[in-house]
Protein backbone atom coordinates (compact mmCIF):
# COMPACT_ATOMS: atom_id res chain seq x y z
CA UNK A 1 0.00 0.00 0.00
CA UNK A 2 0.95 3.48 -0.26
CA UNK A 3 -0.15 4.79 3.11
CA UNK A 4 1.68 4.05 6.44
CA UNK A 5 -1.27 1.91 8.63
CA UNK A 6 -2.09 1.65 11.95
CA UNK A 7 -5.34 0.43 13.48
CA UNK A 8 -7.09 3.60 15.05
CA UNK A 9 -7.76 2.47 18.66
CA UNK A 10 -6.68 0.37 21.38
CA UNK A 11 -8.24 -0.21 24.95
CA UNK A 12 -6.20 -1.78 27.88
CA UNK A 13 -6.35 -2.10 31.54
CA UNK A 14 -4.16 -0.70 33.83
CA UNK A 15 -0.57 -2.74 34.39
CA UNK A 16 -1.81 -4.78 31.22
CA UNK A 17 0.97 -4.37 27.82
CA UNK A 18 -0.18 -2.45 25.09
CA UNK A 19 1.01 -3.41 21.28
CA UNK A 20 0.32 -1.21 18.68
CA UNK A 21 1.14 -2.30 15.44
CA UNK A 22 2.05 -0.35 12.22
CA UNK A 23 2.78 -1.50 8.05
CA UNK A 24 4.59 0.99 6.69
CA UNK A 25 5.45 1.41 2.74
CA UNK A 26 8.99 1.70 1.83
CA UNK A 27 11.55 -1.03 2.26
CA UNK A 28 14.42 1.62 2.29
CA UNK A 29 13.51 3.43 5.20
CA UNK A 30 16.13 3.72 7.20
CA UNK A 31 14.74 5.02 11.01
CA UNK A 32 11.22 4.38 11.85
CA UNK A 33 9.78 6.35 14.29
CA UNK A 34 7.31 5.89 17.22
CA UNK A 35 5.65 9.65 18.38
CA UNK A 36 3.26 10.19 21.23
CA UNK A 37 0.66 12.95 20.74
CA UNK A 38 -1.14 14.28 23.90
CA UNK A 39 -4.55 16.02 23.66
CA UNK A 40 -3.72 19.70 22.12
CA UNK A 41 0.00 19.09 22.29
CA UNK A 42 2.77 18.57 19.89
CA UNK A 43 4.29 15.15 18.97
CA UNK A 44 6.93 13.82 21.41
CA UNK A 45 9.25 11.44 20.08
CA UNK A 46 9.34 8.36 22.20
CA UNK A 47 11.96 5.93 20.31
CA UNK A 48 13.01 5.25 16.86
CA UNK A 49 14.88 1.87 15.38
CA UNK A 50 17.25 1.62 12.82
CA UNK A 51 16.38 -0.47 9.85
CA UNK A 52 19.05 -2.99 10.33
CA UNK A 53 18.00 -3.81 13.93
CA UNK A 54 15.53 -6.30 14.80
CA UNK A 55 14.29 -5.45 18.16
CA UNK A 56 15.02 -1.86 20.55
CA UNK A 57 13.87 -2.15 24.00
CA UNK A 58 14.00 1.19 26.00
CA UNK A 59 12.46 0.57 29.88
CA UNK A 60 9.28 -0.33 29.40
CA UNK A 61 9.00 0.00 25.52
CA UNK A 62 10.16 -2.49 22.89
CA UNK A 63 10.17 -1.44 19.23
CA UNK A 64 9.81 -5.05 16.70
CA UNK A 65 10.53 -4.64 13.18
CA UNK A 66 9.81 -7.30 10.55
CA UNK A 67 11.51 -5.57 7.61
CA UNK A 68 10.59 -8.16 5.30
CA UNK A 69 6.67 -7.57 6.20
CA UNK A 70 7.20 -3.84 6.66
CA UNK A 71 5.83 -4.26 10.21
CA UNK A 72 6.51 -2.34 13.57
CA UNK A 73 5.09 -2.73 16.57
CA UNK A 74 5.81 -0.75 19.82
CA UNK A 75 4.88 -2.60 23.03
CA UNK A 76 4.22 -0.72 26.19
CA UNK A 77 4.56 -2.72 29.40
CA UNK A 78 2.84 -1.96 32.67
CA UNK A 79 0.56 0.40 30.50
CA UNK A 80 -0.29 3.38 33.12
CA UNK A 81 -3.17 5.76 32.56
CA UNK A 82 -0.34 8.95 31.65
CA UNK A 83 0.45 6.47 28.43
CA UNK A 84 -3.48 6.98 27.39
CA UNK A 85 -2.44 9.18 23.82
CA UNK A 86 -2.44 9.30 20.45
CA UNK A 87 0.58 7.38 19.09
CA UNK A 88 2.16 7.67 15.83
CA UNK A 89 4.20 5.54 13.50
CA UNK A 90 6.33 7.17 11.23
CA UNK A 91 9.25 6.60 8.22
CA UNK A 92 11.48 8.28 6.73
CA UNK A 93 11.01 8.41 3.27
CA UNK A 94 12.41 9.91 -0.54
CA UNK A 95 15.81 11.45 -0.51
CA UNK A 96 14.30 14.83 1.33
CA UNK A 97 13.92 12.81 4.45
CA UNK A 98 10.37 13.72 4.57
CA UNK A 99 8.54 11.83 7.49
CA UNK A 100 5.37 9.92 6.75
CA UNK A 101 2.81 9.36 9.32
CA UNK A 102 0.21 6.98 10.00
CA UNK A 103 -3.29 7.81 11.03
CA UNK A 104 -2.36 7.06 14.90
CA UNK A 105 -3.81 4.78 17.37
CA UNK A 106 -5.80 6.19 20.65
CA UNK A 107 -4.81 4.17 23.54
CA UNK A 108 -6.83 4.58 26.55
CA UNK A 109 -5.91 2.95 29.36
CA UNK A 110 -8.73 2.29 32.03
CA UNK A 111 -7.82 2.19 35.56
CA UNK B 1 16.87 23.92 27.80
CA UNK B 2 17.05 23.71 23.68
CA UNK B 3 13.87 23.56 22.48
CA UNK B 4 11.15 24.37 19.87
CA UNK B 5 9.23 27.01 20.28
CA UNK B 6 5.96 28.08 19.06
CA UNK B 7 3.84 31.39 19.35
CA UNK B 8 1.11 31.59 19.72
CA UNK B 9 -0.58 28.56 21.01
CA UNK B 10 -3.74 29.22 19.84
CA UNK B 11 -5.00 31.93 16.89
CA UNK B 12 -7.88 32.89 16.17
CA UNK B 13 -8.46 34.98 13.22
CA UNK B 14 -11.07 35.59 10.50
CA UNK B 15 -11.72 34.33 7.19
CA UNK B 16 -9.88 36.09 4.55
CA UNK B 17 -7.92 37.95 6.91
CA UNK B 18 -3.90 36.98 6.85
CA UNK B 19 -2.40 35.25 9.50
CA UNK B 20 1.46 34.48 10.41
CA UNK B 21 2.18 31.64 12.82
CA UNK B 22 5.72 31.71 14.48
CA UNK B 23 8.44 28.77 15.43
CA UNK B 24 12.04 29.13 17.06
CA UNK B 25 14.40 26.66 17.74
CA UNK B 26 17.77 27.04 20.07
CA UNK B 27 18.71 23.82 18.92
CA UNK B 28 20.89 25.71 15.97
CA UNK B 29 19.23 22.80 13.54
CA UNK B 30 19.54 22.90 10.04
CA UNK B 31 16.32 22.06 8.87
CA UNK B 32 12.53 23.22 9.99
CA UNK B 33 9.78 21.69 8.81
CA UNK B 34 5.83 23.14 8.72
CA UNK B 35 2.93 20.58 9.05
CA UNK B 36 -0.69 20.90 9.33
CA UNK B 37 -2.37 18.31 11.63
CA UNK B 38 -6.58 18.11 11.21
CA UNK B 39 -8.40 17.03 13.60
CA UNK B 40 -8.10 12.91 13.92
CA UNK B 41 -5.59 12.53 11.15
CA UNK B 42 -1.91 12.39 10.75
CA UNK B 43 0.43 15.29 10.77
CA UNK B 44 1.00 16.76 6.94
CA UNK B 45 3.84 18.34 5.57
CA UNK B 46 3.57 21.15 3.90
CA UNK B 47 7.19 22.35 2.81
CA UNK B 48 10.82 22.35 4.91
CA UNK B 49 13.71 25.06 4.65
CA UNK B 50 17.17 23.16 4.59
CA UNK B 51 19.13 26.02 5.88
CA UNK B 52 18.05 28.32 3.14
CA UNK B 53 16.59 26.37 0.51
CA UNK B 54 12.61 26.21 0.81
CA UNK B 55 11.18 22.41 -0.32
CA UNK B 56 7.35 22.96 -1.07
CA UNK B 57 5.44 20.01 -1.11
CA UNK B 58 3.69 19.10 -4.74
CA UNK B 59 0.35 19.55 -2.99
CA UNK B 60 0.55 22.47 -0.73
CA UNK B 61 -1.94 25.24 -1.74
CA UNK B 62 -0.47 28.69 -2.80
CA UNK B 63 -2.47 30.27 0.46
CA UNK B 64 0.76 28.93 2.37
CA UNK B 65 3.87 30.41 2.27
CA UNK B 66 7.25 30.35 4.71
CA UNK B 67 10.05 32.45 5.38
CA UNK B 68 12.79 31.91 6.97
CA UNK B 69 15.15 35.00 8.00
CA UNK B 70 17.91 33.33 10.14
CA UNK B 71 18.62 29.89 11.57
CA UNK B 72 16.73 30.14 14.87
CA UNK B 73 13.18 31.30 13.34
CA UNK B 74 10.78 29.49 10.78
CA UNK B 75 6.98 31.82 9.77
CA UNK B 76 4.25 29.94 8.16
CA UNK B 77 1.79 32.95 6.65
CA UNK B 78 -1.85 32.36 5.76
CA UNK B 79 -2.49 35.08 3.13
CA UNK B 80 -6.26 33.91 2.77
CA UNK B 81 -7.37 31.81 5.73
CA UNK B 82 -10.35 29.57 5.01
CA UNK B 83 -12.43 27.67 7.35
CA UNK B 84 -10.87 24.69 6.01
CA UNK B 85 -7.33 25.84 6.85
CA UNK B 86 -8.39 25.78 10.77
CA UNK B 87 -5.87 23.33 11.92
CA UNK B 88 -2.91 22.18 14.57
CA UNK B 89 0.36 23.62 12.55
CA UNK B 90 3.18 22.02 14.15
CA UNK B 91 6.81 23.49 13.61
CA UNK B 92 10.17 20.34 13.79
CA UNK B 93 13.36 21.00 13.29
CA UNK B 94 16.26 18.38 12.41
CA UNK B 95 19.53 18.20 12.47
CA UNK B 96 20.24 17.27 9.43
CA UNK B 97 17.04 14.98 7.47
CA UNK B 98 17.16 12.62 10.41
CA UNK B 99 14.72 12.97 13.49
CA UNK B 100 12.47 15.47 14.13
CA UNK B 101 11.88 17.63 17.63
CA UNK B 102 8.25 19.14 17.18
CA UNK B 103 6.82 22.33 18.36
CA UNK B 104 3.72 22.24 21.06
CA UNK B 105 2.15 23.32 17.92
CA UNK B 106 -0.40 26.66 17.46
CA UNK B 107 -4.17 25.62 17.09
CA UNK B 108 -5.68 28.03 14.42
CA UNK B 109 -9.25 29.05 14.55
CA UNK B 110 -10.68 30.44 11.33
CA UNK B 111 -14.18 32.52 11.93
Known amino acids: GEDVEQSLFLSVREGDSSVINCTYTDSSSTYLYWYKQEPGAGLQLLTY?????DMKQDQRLTVLLNKKDKHLSLRIADTQTGDSAIYFCAEIKGSQGNLIFGKGTKLSVKP | DAMVIQNPRYQVTQFGKPVTLSCSQT?????MYWYQQKSSQAPKLLFHYYDKDFNNEADTPDNFQSRRPNTSFCFLDIRSPGLGDAAMYLCATSRDRDEQFFGPGTRLTVL
Open chain 2, 27 to 31: LNHNV
Open chain 1, 49 to 53: IFSNM
